[in-house]
């Protein structure tokens, strides 16, 4: 299986602050990776597909960049809506894997 | 509009089998490029990637429970079926199914509200 570890794991941010949440494949998934976001008692929501391809609807505060092994989630300002936790999922192989998420919380 | 509703107990005991389905709208799963996904998460803890079946039938599965696991579809009622046997407490979570769709992106773009599932005697 290819494991997925995100960094860090828990990250406190200001509203405003540029935050940042890497991913690093055990092996090269090329571009098939997504990312998504989570807040408590609800399912995860698409935001980042193929990587750096910016799901319909979602606010272009959020990009993804990377290939091979190393990829990043980027919120350029983080807004009040987005304190929830994040994780990235490669779907290059089967079996498919999530990365073990990211707390963004308010500092 | 695509979604989907995940159904089954809420509680089972230990050594059962436990079956969830998934009842979608907004899609057909003869369409090609088409997958529904079942994913779980216990409480307080990360995704885990479980199964998932493609319009042409062609079923993937975790390996580490893929002797436990069985994903169908019933493509005339829009719905998937997750088997799981031998349930045990460490398999309490929520159940999620999603669609993805390897003729756009492949990711897991529509997701259900989610079922939990508390194995408990």
């Known amino acids: 299986d290819i494991q997925m570890t995100q960094s860090p794991s828990t990250l406190s941010a200001s509203v405003g602050d540029r935050v940042t949440i890497t991913c690093r494949a055990s092996q090269s998934i090329s571009s098939w990776l997504a990312w998504y976001q989570q807040k408590p008692g609800k399912a995860p929501k698409l935001l980042i597909y193929k990587a750096s391809s910016l799901e319909s609807g979602v606010p272009s505060r959020f990009s993804g960049s990377g290939s091979g092994t190393e990829f990043t989630l980027t919120i350029s300002s983080l807004q009040p809506d987005d304190f929830a936790t994040y994780y990235c999922q490669q779907y290059n192989s089967y079996p498919s894997t999530f990365g073990g998420g990211t707390k963004v919380e308010i500092k | 509009q695509i979604t989907l509703k995940e159904s089954g107990p809420t509680l089972v005991k230990p050594t059962q089998t436990l079956t969830l389905t998934c009842t979608f709208s907004?899609?057909?799963?003869?369409?090609?490029?088409?997958?529904v996904g079942w994913i779980r998460q216990p409480p307080g803890k990360a995704l885990e990637w479980l199964a998932l079946?493609?319009?042409?039938?062609?079923?993937r599965y975790s390996p580490s429970l893929k002797s436990r696991l069985t994903i169908t579809k019933d493509t005339s009622k829009n719905q998937v079926v997750l088997t799981m046997t031998n349930m045990d407490p460490v398999d309490t979570a929520t159940y999620y199914c999603?669609?993805?769709?390897?003729?756009?992106?492949?990711?897991?773009?529509?997701w259900g509200q989610g079922t939990l599932v508390t194995v408990s005697s």
């Open positions: 079946i493609y319009w042409d039938d062609d079923k």
């Open positions: 999603a669609h993805s769709d390897y003729g756009d992106h492949g990711a897991f773009d529509y």
């Open positions: 907004g899609f057909s799963l003869s369409t090609s490029g088409v997958g």
